[in-house]
């Protein structure tokens, strides 16, 4: 007997399985790690390109960022911060069925610099760490650059886990590739 999986099962049941590897990722992010090295930037992009739904896509890594700040503590660039992660899910959004590992590891690294660039600027702009001046916002990146390696390292590792995770489960279920056909005896 041949039975085909409908589209709305097989986009069901891979939306389940990003969203459960989105919460156990973020879960991560309220256990203790270095500075800046969490699973959010991946998060966003894994969301951004494996979310067929885009408003599932913004609002998911939004709510898992706020559900962690209710345990880590909200601070005044938390806009910022926000709104930076939506860029890396848009960023994830031309990742759509075009995941290779090239693509994605680019991805990655625009997140990380996106954020780092988009936060330090903040850093300088609203906290009054620096001078309000050319230089003062050099010394500003400069002090974060150990904070862009933790960055690029947590989303480096973390994206590898989401997509590699992702891509296994789509090569040994079947229900789980896109136009899934389930064949049984």
């Not at 005044?76 to 994830?92: D, Q």
Request: a positive charge; glycine letters at 6%.
């Amino acid at each position: 007997m041949n039975h085909e999986l409908s589209q709305k099962e097989n986009l069901f049941y891979r939306t389940l399985l990003a969203l459960v590897l989105i919460v156990l990722a973020a879960a991560l992010r309220i256990a203790p790690h270095p500075w800046n090295f969490t699973p959010i930037g991946a998060i966003a992009l894994f969301s951004g390109a494996v979310l067929r739904d885009r408003r599932l896509a913004f609002l998911f890594p939004l709510l898992a960022l706020f559900i962690g700040d209710i345990f880590i503590g909200f601070h005044k660039l938390i806009p910022i911060v926000y709104a930076s992660f939506l860029i890396n899910v848009a960023i994830g959004l031309w990742l759509r069925d075009r995941r290779t590992v090239v693509r994605i590891s680019s991805a990655t690294l625009l997140g990380a610099i996106q954020f780092f660039l988009a936060t330090n600027f903040a850093v300088w702009q609203f906290l009054g760490s620096f001078p309000h001046t050319a230089a003062g916002l050099l010394a500003c990146y400069v002090a974060g650059i150990p904070f862009f390696w933790n960055t690029l390292s947590g989303d480096a590792l973390y994206a590898t886990l989401l997509f590699g995770s992702f891509a296994l489960a789509e090569r040994f279920v079947p229900a789980l590739r896109p136009s899934a056909r389930i064949t049984s005896s």
